[in-house]
T-cell receptor, first 116, second 114 residues
Framework: EAGVAQSPRYKIIEKRQSVAFWCNPI?????LYWYQQILGQGPKLLIQ????????DSQLPKDRFSAERLKGVDSTLKIQPAKLEDSAVYLC??????????????FGNGTRLTVT | AQKITQTQPGMFVQEKEAVTLDCTYD???????LFWYKQPSSGEMIFLIY??????QNATEGRYSLNFQKARKSANLVISASQLGDSAMYFC???????????FGKGTLLTVNP
C-alpha cells in the first residue's frame, strides 16, 4: 500500500511570496488533514476534509492560508503572502474511517518550509 | 476542547532498559482514543499504539505498552528493552468528539545511550 505522498520535500521562499504544497492521501482514505509543525512543537491541525468538504478549519489563518480538495482525493495547501512565522513543517495525513476512534492517522513525510 | 500535556521535554535511557514517557489528557468527550506517535530525525510520523477510552485492558504492541489510568487521565507509553533506534521525538495525541481529529502534545525527546 502506497503511503501519503507530499511534495515538495523542501521549500525556501522570501516573506510576502506565495507557496503551495500538494498531498495525495492513501487510496480510499476519505478524510484528509493538514497539520503545521513548528520546530520543537507538536503538530497543530490547520484543516480537515471529509471527501471534498471542509470539516474543521477553525485554526487556519484564512487571511493568508487556503486549502482545497476539489475531487475528494488529492489536496493543495497555499500560503499567500508568507510570513516569517510560517516557517514550519507542513504535514498531510489521511485516515480510512472517519469517526472510528481506533483508525490512526497516516502521515506523509512533510514539506519543510523556510521563509526568509 | 481536548488537551494533551507531556511534561518531559527530554528523557535519557540506557540501551536495553525500559523507559516510561508521561502523558496526561483532558477531554469532555465520553468516548475518545489515545495515540502515541514516534518522529525520528528524518521527520516522518510513525503510529505506535492506540488505546480506546472503553478498553479494559492496556494496549500492547511488541515492545510498546500503554499504561492507561482513566481516573487519573493519564496514558503513559512504556518502551521495554530500549534500542538505539528508539531515539526520537514521541508524541501523545487524543482523538474523539464530533469531528474526528487528533490533538497532539508538545512531545518528549528520547535519547537511548549505548
Amino acid at each position: 500500500e502506497a503511503g501519503v505522498a507530499q511534495s515538495p520535500r523542501y521549500k525556501i521562499i522570501e516573506k510576502r511570496q506565495s507557496v503551495a504544497f500538494w498531498c495525495n492521501p492513501i487510496s480510499g482514505h476519505a478524510t484528509l488533514y493538514w497539520y503545521q509543525q513548528i520546530l520543537g512543537q507538536g503538530p497543530k491541525l490547520l484543516i480537515q476534509f471529509q471527501n471534498n468538504g471542509v470539516v474543521d478549519d477553525s485554526q487556519l489563518p484564512k487571511d493568508r492560508f487556503s486549502a482545497e480538495r476539489l475531487k475528494g482525493v488529492d489536496s493543495t495547501l497555499k500560503i499567500q503572502p508568507a510570513k516569517l512565522e510560517d516557517s514550519a513543517v507542513y504535514l498531510c495525513a489521511s485516515t480510512l474511517s472517519w469517526g472510528q476512534l481506533n483508525s490512526p492517522l497516516h502521515f506523509g513525510n512533510g514539506t519543510r518550509l523556510t521563509v526568509t | 476542547a481536548q488537551k494533551i500535556t507531556q511534561t518531559q521535554p527530554g528523557m535519557f535511557v540506557q540501551e536495553k532498559e525500559a523507559v516510561t514517557l508521561d502523558c496526561t489528557y483532558d477531554t469532555s468527550d465520553q468516548s475518545y482514543g489515545l495515540f502515541w506517535y514516534k518522529q525520528p530525525s528524518s521527520g516522518e510520523m510513525i503510529f505506535l499504539i492506540y488505546q480506546g477510552s472503553y478498553d479494559e485492558q492496556n494496549a500492547t504492541e511488541g515492545r510498546y505498552s500503554l499504561n492507561f489510568q482513566k481516573a487519573r487521565k493519564s496514558a503513559n507509553l512504556v518502551i521495554s528493552a530500549s534500542q538505539l533506534g528508539d531515539s526520537a521525538m514521541y508524541f501523545c495525541a487524543i482523538g474523539g468528539g464530533s469531528n474526528y481529529k487528533l490533538t497532539f502534545g508538545k512531545g518528549t525527546l528520547l535519547t537511548v545511550n549505548p
